[in-house]
């Protein structure tokens, strides 16, 4: 059994609350620019599209904290462009920005502290390694996660970056545990099962929207013991 369990954050620990597009409905209209949320839900693929686009053309903004705020606040940017609002389109954009730096915004899947728990009572160590900003350790404490987890290693307080293998060393060193006895959780095949193979960690694909054969992955943290092929406790 490992001795150290690593998770991804988006998509495998927190979702946004209630949601990308109602977040940024709530922000408009507190502005005073009241759209629908149908409106904005059928621009959120072009804004998609956009991060896609950014991070496939050189994903190392994630290791600056202004470069990652940057490629955000661009997206939002042009959500609001497209939405009519051009003269205030970078201010409201980082009102968005901003407001997902707050733990409200964020909420934890249901099955994610069971999981730690059971995790922490088998004498795991845990820790979080995220492509994220210097916000990261705020939210999840806001979250009540902090106090489950040893370590959060964000891409952008550590100059680093996934898939880079010296992260995932990184947060290893920092539990004092080597890269073969750890397991790390993720939902990007690129980010987090390439980078942590790279390291001889054991990686775990979890896909929370379509679940995997379960020869391939976890569609929910309930599995992840039994994928290990770990013991019922």
């Known amino acids: 059994m490992a001795h150290a369990v690593f998770f991804d954050v988006g998509n495998t620990l927190l979702f946004p609350y209630p949601s990308v597009s109602e977040v940024c ?3 408009l209209a507190e502005a005073g620019h009241v759209r629908d949320l149908a409106a904005i839900d059928e621009i959120m693929p072009l804004v998609d599209a956009y991060y896609e686009d950014r991070y496939r053309e050189d994903d190392t903004f994630w290791t600056d904290e ?11 940017s042009l959500l609001t462009r497209r939405l009519g609002f051009e003269d205030d389109a970078e201010s409201l954009a980082r009102r968005v920005y901003d407001e ?4 409200d915004r964020w909420r934890a899947y249901e099955d994610v502290v069971p999981a730690l728990t059971r995790l922490k009572e088998r004498g795991c160590r845990l820790g979080v390694i995220s492509n994220w900003d210097a916000r990261l350790t705020s939210v999840l404490g806001g979250l009540g996660l902090a106090d489950l987890l040893d370590t959060v290693v964000s891409s952008a307080e550590v100059g680093l970056h996934k898939p880079d293998p010296r992260i ?3 947060a290893c060193a920092r539990l004092d545990v080597d890269p073969g006895e750890a397991v790390h959780v993720g939902d990007h095949h690129y980010a987090d099962i390439l980078g942590a193979s790279a390291v ?3 990686p775990v694909l979890i896909d929370r929207y379509e679940t995997p054969e ?3 992955g976890i569609g929910t943290l309930d599995a992840l013991e ?3 092929g770990w013991p019922s406790t």
């Open 66 to 76: 202004g470069e990652t705020s940057a490629v955000w606040v661009g997206m939002y």
């Open 100 to 103: 997902f730096g707050i733990a």
């Open 168 to 170: 995932f060393e990184l």
């Open 25 to 27: 409905r709530q922000v």
């Open 200 to 202: 001889g960690m054991t």
């Open 214 to 216: 379960p020869a391939r």
């Open 226 to 228: 039994s994928f290990l």
